[in-house]
């Protein structure tokens, strides 16, 4: 029974990575876009509904799912792993998931969340000694690669990596729990990373967005929008996902 549980695991997997390039043909986070994108975190979602959650902010206008994933080590925080990034997956076959490993040894967890359904896998440097060749396996399995830095750390630690990361992610507030206030210090790297990459590449911010300051976000450079609360705790998903988006 282990056996043919296992042939089945592995097929589903085969299967997630097909779709995964397939839809990378013309990705997300890899060309130009026409204002910002909006990913609602689930890490504020009602997970007793959490299908209807997604299904409900995607029809209200989001352009992909932003899916926080923390180990309690190198964030104070524990949260998701692969087996929820596969249920939004089931639930949305065709919606743009978005994983912030917010974890320490991010390579370990490439291929679980890719095979879960992953289209875009960023991580920390501050976690990883070779944050170009982890970008660059990350491609190779069939996802778009982030880099992400915490507010404590420099843009210019990010130089080196601005030919080859699909996204650049600044967190806006300090990682690990939702619906803290927003660090203005974010804005300054990312005009001064949007100013060295190309339009087909993504600088997303995280953390305290709001529809008071994401004209500001936008203003900066920013393309690529993430929010937790703001949304999930509205009730009103579609007014603030266009208030977000600047409508």
């Known amino acids: 029974m282990a056996r043919r549980a296992s042939g089945v695991a592995v097929r589903a997997a085969a299967g997630a990575v097909a779709s995964h390039i397939r839809s990378l043909k013309s990705p997300l986070f890899r060309r130009a876009v026409d204002g910002p994108l909006i990913g609602p975190s689930i890490l504020s979602a009602d997970f007793v509904k959490l299908g209807d959650e997604v ?8 352009d992909y799912i932003h899916v926080d994933v923390m180990d309690g080590h190198f964030v104070p925080n524990l949260s998701m792993g692969p087996a929820i990034c596969a249920a939004v997956r089931r639930c949305a076959p065709s919606v743009w998931i978005d994983v912030h490993l917010m974890i320490s040894n991010p390579s370990d967890f490439i291929a679980p969340f890719v095979a879960a359904g992953a289209n875009n896998i960023t991580f920390h440097i501050e976690a990883q000694r070779n944050p170009a060749a982890l970008i660059r396996s990350i491609q190779s399995q069939g996802a778009t690669a982030g880099i992400a830095i915490k507010p404590q750390t420099p843009w210019t630690a990010l130089k080196s990596l601005f030919t080859l990361a699909d996204v650049f ?4 507030v300090h990682p690990g729990f939702s619906g803290q206030k927003f660090l203005q210090s974010a804005l300054p790297k990312v005009r001064a990373i949007r100013q060295r990459i190309s339009d087909q590449q993504r600088v997303e911010l995280d953390g305290g ?5 994401a004209a500001a976000c936008v203003g900066a450079g920013c393309d690529a929008l993430v929010s937790a609360s703001e949304i999930f705790d509205s009730g009103a998903y579609a007014k603030v996902i266009s208030a977000l988006r600047g409508k």
């Open 169 to 172: 992610l600044v967190m806006s």
């Open 209 to 213: 967005v709001t529809m008071r300051n």
């Open 55 to 62: 299904r409900a902010v995607i029809k209200a206008g989001a």
